[in-house]
């Protein structure tokens, strides 16, 4: 050991004994993503003791905040309920704390805290916190940045996008944003005894969402942002100049419009993009500004997190575009994570990995890699990403991804954390939901999954994305490779 690497590790070593992080409390979880519904429709201590039963849980992710349905809620429409919970749709979902909002955590936004209206009068974390403990479980807090547009005061933090108007997102330099998501903070965790935190914002900068290169809804040049007073403010401070980096998103907006009308620039897609790029090089810093904002966030809930118990674990969902897309992918440093993460939560599904990875292939064939094939662009994407041979495109939505793919990405992201404090609890999927004649979960690739885990050196493992939406079978082939790994003490 060198000087410095010597100071640094005992510097670490310091900030680690004044926040507590040495507690053994941090070194593991086998956990599982669970939402209220499931508790109210099947019964906690049920639910509980299927979930020690069946999947060797040592760890309960509660969906507490979020208004979306990737977490909370029951099955969505259009995929089979499982052979568990109420039978029925809930269409009606609606979302929000689905605890109880204590007011004077919220001064500071014009964000209303408000409960989720799906169950007036029940608190999730009351329920299942002390019966998760009886049974010496734990239970971390799950919250994730997903609103709806009518919450009260929102619109006082949306994004103002490349045009002027209003954006449908939050800004993260926006302070009703920053202390909205601060104070839901510090209500769990000095309204309840919970066991720690997992924040998750499945959003990336404006260069990323131009282009669509996510397994989302594709290339969006129009709606980026952000461009609000606290944004250009910043921009300002990092001495970026906001209009010429207006004025590139506005040509990479020109850029992708033509090729959707059928227009094919002379000099190719690629070239042309990487001459916006060299002529308005504040398009990549502006890229940097917006992520910057959200790592501020991050940062700063992490401080308010340990200020307040020092010995909980606070952690992050890493969206699952980072599997797909190597733009997304380089702003997800897992070295740089470990300064202000306890665990980190890698998604990893790998069921709908396929049809996902496949749109992401299409989207990003439209713009950027418009001069490739489509299956040039997923050779491509299978080399840069670092994957074996996964299925050719006209196979992926059928095949999903493989165990290997699991197994690369833990062991990339172990390696990515190295000696730090900070622990890999990959994110793998059971019964994700995915096209009608699209690949399905079964217990073989759960199974295969879970091992690929645990041999990859992984430190623990989280279920997802809900149990209202696995099937029994699955949960059980998760609970037998938990166990054969000798990593469950259940
Ligand atoms: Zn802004």
């Not at 449908?168 to 104070?183: E, I, M, S």
């Not at 049809?355 to 997923?378: E, G, S």
């Amino acid at each position: 050991m060198n000087r410095r690497e010597f100071i640094e590790t005992s510097a670490a070593a310091a900030g680690a004994a004044i926040l507590g992080l040495q507690n053994q409390t941090l070194a593991r979880a086998i956990g599982i993503q669970v939402g209220a519904v499931s508790f109210l429709d099947e019964g906690t201590d049920k639910v509980l003791d299927t979930l020690v039963e069946l999947g060797a849980i040592d760890t309960i992710f509660l969906a507490t905040f979020t208004y979306g349905r990737g977490i909370g809620g029951r099955q969505v429409r259009g995929s089979p309920l499982p052979d568990h919970g109420k039978q029925e749709y809930d269409d009606n979902y609606h979302g929000g704390n689905f605890a109880t909002p204590h007011a004077q955590f919220y001064k500071g936004t014009s964000i209303a805290p408000q409960k989720a209206p799906d169950h007036p009068d029940y608190d999730v974390i009351a329920d299942v916190l002390p019966r998760a403990h009886k049974r010496g479980m734990k239970v971390i807090c799950w919250y994730e940045d997903v609103f709806r547009k009518d919450v009260p005061g929102i619109d006082k933090a949306f994004e103002v996008d490349v045009h002027g108007k209003p954006a449908a997102r939050v800004c993260y330099r926006n302070p009703n944003t920053l202390h909205f998501w601060l104070g839901l903070t510090e209500d769990y965790l000095r309204s309840y005894p919970v066991d720690g935190l997992m924040f998750g914002s499945e959003r990336q900068g404006p260069l990323n969402t131009a282009i669509g290169a996510s397994h989302g809804g594709g290339a969006s040049p129009a709606t980026v942002g952000c461009f609000c007073p606290h944004c250009l403010a910043a921009a300002r401070k990092d001495g970026i100049n906001a209009d010429r980096a207006r004025q590139g998103y506005l040509a990479l907006e020109k850029w992708i419009d033509g090729m959707k009308g059928g227009q094919r620039p002379v000099d190719g897609a690629f070239v042309t993009f990487w001459r916006i790029l060299v002529e308005y090089p504040e398009v990549l810093a502006w890229e940097r500004l917006w992520n910057e904002g959200l790592r501020d966030t991050y940062r700063a809930m992490y401080r308010t997190a340990h200020e307040i118990a020092p010995d909980k674990p606070m952690g992050w969902h890493i969206w699952h575009t980072n599997s797909f897309a190597p733009f997304y992918r380089a702003e997800q440093d897992y070295q740089a994570f470990s300064a202000y993460s306890d665990f980190l939560k890698v998604v990893m599904y790998h069921n709908s990995g396929g049809p996902r990875m496949a749109r992401y292939i299409h989207n990003v064939n439209a713009t950027l890699f418009a001069d490739l094939t489509p299956d040039q662009t997923t050779a491509f994407t299978y080399r840069i990403q670092q994957y074996g041979d996964e299925a050719p495109l006209d196979k992926l939505p059928t095949a999903g991804l493989s165990a290997d793919y699991v197994r690369r990405e833990t062991t990339r992201a172990v390696a990515g954390v190295g000696t730090s404090k900070t622990r890999i609890w990959p994110g793998i999927e059971i019964d994700v939901p995915t096209g009608e004649n699209e690949k399905k979960t079964t217990p073989e690739d759960v199974y295969g999954a879970v091992k690929a885990t645990f041999e990859a050196g992984a430190h623990g493992i989280i279920l997802s994305r809900k149990y209202s939406e696995m099937k029994l079978d699955n949960l059980r082939a998760a609970g037998r490779a938990i166990r054969e790994s000798g990593r469950s003490g259940r």
